[in-house]
Nanobody
Framework: VQLQASGGGLVQPGGSLRLSCAASGSIFSINVMGWYRQTPGNKRELVAG???????NYADSVKGRFTISRDNAKNTVYLQMNSLKPEDTAVYYC??????????????WGQGTQVTVSS
């Protein structure tokens, strides 16, 4: 299963960006999809996650500003980021856990997309 992320870029503080991540391959179901971020020298941290049933969770630092959603028919997860701050600058990675048509469960990562918040 492959994940393709897109939507990163340069934005001024207070601005918005929308990230997308589409999963492809022999997918039977995707239980959980999420977004993580990483800055140089730091561990990758969870930003937001969403289950197949729509339950969501967020890092405290992004609550009220970021919204995660998914389109199960398209195996795609989105991250709407509003009121962006310089400290949101990071490489953002999408992640998916689920089951292929046959075989063992998969856990896959996207390639990462850079988000830079700067004036």
């Amino acid at each position: 299963v492959q994940l393709q992320a897109s939507g990163g870029g340069l934005v001024q503080p207070g601005g918005s960006l929308r990230l997308s991540c589409a999963a492809s391959g022999s997918i039977f179901s995707i239980n959980v999809m999420g977004w993580y971020r990483q800055t140089p020298g730091n561990k990758r941290e969870l930003v937001a996650g969403i289950s197949s049933g729509g339950f969501t969770n967020y890092a405290d630092s992004v609550k009220g500003r970021f919204t995660i959603s998914r389109d199960n028919a398209k195996n795609t997860v989105y991250l709407q980021m509003n009121s962006l701050k310089p400290e949101d600058t990071a490489v953002y990675y999408c992640n998916a856990f689920g089951y292929p048509d046959s075989g063992s469960p998969f856990g896959s990562w996207g390639q990462g997309t850079q988000v830079t918040v700067s004036s």
